[in-house]
Structures are given as C-alpha cells and as structure tokens.
C-alpha cells in the first residue's frame, strides 16, 4: 500500500511506519510537524518520504497526501498533563487537523484510520469497555479526542468516507517520549532521580506493547468494516506503583527514589479495554507485560 502516516515521527506512528515498510513493503509518507515528542531520529534506517508540516495546515496535507491510498492518523498532543496546562494545543491538533486531514481524505475518496485512546471512556472500576460503552472523558487530552472520534464517524455517515477507528490502551516500548510513566521512571532509575508517583499509586492500566498495537492497526486498517471502531487491549492490567517497583527491581535502583505527588486533577483510576471486535479480524497481543517491560 502506499500510506500517509500522520504524526510519524512520534513514538507509535514510527514504530508503524517501521513495521509497514520493513515487514509488509509498504511506501510511506510521513507528515509530522517535529513537536519535541516527534523526532526525525525515530525513524532512521527507514525508508520513507517526509513532508515537515501539522495536520491542521491544508497545505501540508495536500503536499503529503498526494498519491496515496490510505490515511493512518497518529498527529496528537499525547500527555495529559499538558492538556492541563496548554489545552489550547490540543484543540488545535485533534479537532480542527482531524476536520483537514478529513475533508483531504473526502476529496481524493481514501480510505481512512483514526487511531484514539481508551481515555474517550473515562474510568471503569470492573469489567472492560467495549466499543458500544459511554464516551466519558475526563480531560481536555480524552475530550478533544472524542470529539475527533465523533468528527470521523460523522464524516463516514455524511459523506460515506470509508473511516475506522482504532482506540488502543497504555502503550509502552522504543521511541516513547520520557513524559509517561514508564520511560520516565525507567530515565529517572538508571541516573538516580527522584521516582514522581501520583497519589497513592494505585492507578490501574492495560499496558500494550507498541508493536501489539501496531499490528492491531494494520489488521484494522486491512479488514475493518467502515464506519465501525475496533479496540485493542493489551493481555495485562497493573498497578502504576507496581510498575514502578517492578523498574526499580529491573533497573537494581534505590528503593528510596520512590516519592509520592499530588494526584492529577481528574486522573482516572482505572482502564480496561475488551478486544473482541479485532480478535475476530485475526489479531491477538503477542507481548506479555513482562516481558515487554524487560525488553523496554
């Protein structure tokens, strides 16, 4: 396939673009605006055509979208502390760049994906939430998100534009910026710094493998029916303190560095993603927690 890969110098749209053009031999363009998470370093050794521009640009997306035949959108402002801090941004990127990028993908008829976040639910104390659950956002990063979800699932109705949407759950792997938890605390245990925890640490979240969720993505974007949304779940839930003190153990850091912080305003306690819909196109996670986090 010929792709254009928005956001794909950031951590999962490189890992995607690596997977797509080493393992399938796909021709990728990458439209990415370079923001301190996306890095052209991401994607060294990788065959690719680059065009430096924000999906929100029109110009840039009608530059980058030339010739091909599908669009896979990564371009996001991804921490949600930032979306705290600076939610103006994410506006920007997730609504009025998902409503470019969508009326580039009407004029040319391409086929088009939408990858979200678990977040657009909010928190679940049991069970798993499935595609038909409550949009629910707790922060401007999940709301700005579910408002680019519904954008696409409008345009499908509307226009009839062939879209699917993949909602993932916590990612983890190579290339991650050192803002989330797991390359942070991973950084902050090899050099010595202080081990940051939010409340009382017992956040709980389904950690996927990057490459898991990459492979969910590519099985959406192939077999997906229009219009519809697909989750992808990672195979292990755990608790953000045990993750932490599974990196001290793997990293042999002093147990002392662990420090407790003020919780986040609105921090969702618990995350759990049922993946049934994409199963049934053939994907399953590969990578157990683990392992994963070892290898990470």
């Not at 110009?59 to 949600?80: C, L, Q, S």
Request: charged share 25%; hydrophobic share 35%.
């Amino acid at each position: 396939m010929k792709l254009l890969v928005c956001g794909g110098a950031g951590f999962i749209g490189s890992n995607f673009v690596r997977a797509r053009v080493n393992e399938h031999g796909d021709e990728v363009t990458v439209l990415d605006k370079l923001t301190y998470a996306g890095r052209k370093e991401n994607l060294e050794g990788v065959k690719h055509r680059f065009v430096h521009g924000a999906i929100e640009d029109p110009a840039a997306v009608a530059d980058a979208i030339a010739g091909v035949d599908a669009v896979v959108n990564f371009a996001a402002e991804t921490h949600v502390d930032r979306s705290i801090s600076e939610p103006d941004a994410f506006v920007r990127t997730h609504a009025l760049g998902t409503f470019v990028l969508l009326e580039a993908a009407r004029e040319h008829s391409l086929r088009y994906l939408q990858v979200s976040t678990d977040e657009v639910y909010g928190s679940i104390e049991s069970g798993s939430f499935t595609e038909e659950s409550p949009l629910e956002p707790s922060s401007p990063y999940s709301a700005t998100k579910t408002g680019a979800d519904l954008l696409v699932q409008s345009y499908s109705r509307t226009f009839d534009l062939e879209t699917v949407i993949c909602r993932g759950s916590n990612n983890y792997g190579p290339y991650q910026y050192p803002e989330k938890l797991i390359p942070l605390m991973i950084l902050n245990a090899i050099h010595g710094d202080p081990l940051p925890v939010y409340g009382d640490g017992q956040q709980v979240r389904n950690w996927l493998h990057v490459s898991d969720f990459c492979a969910g993505i590519g099985h959406v974007l192939a077999h997906g029916a229009s219009g519809e949304v697909y989750n992808v779940g990672g195979p292990d839930e755990c608790v953000n303190l045990e993750v932490v003190e599974r990196i001290i153990a793997l990293t042999g850091a002093d147990k002392s560095l662990l420090t407790y912080v003020d919780d986040r305003p609105g921090h969702d306690r618990r995350y759990s993603l049922g993946s049934e819909k994409v199963k049934a196109l053939g994907w399953e996670a590969e990578v157990r927690f683990e392992e994963g986090l070892a290898e990470t």
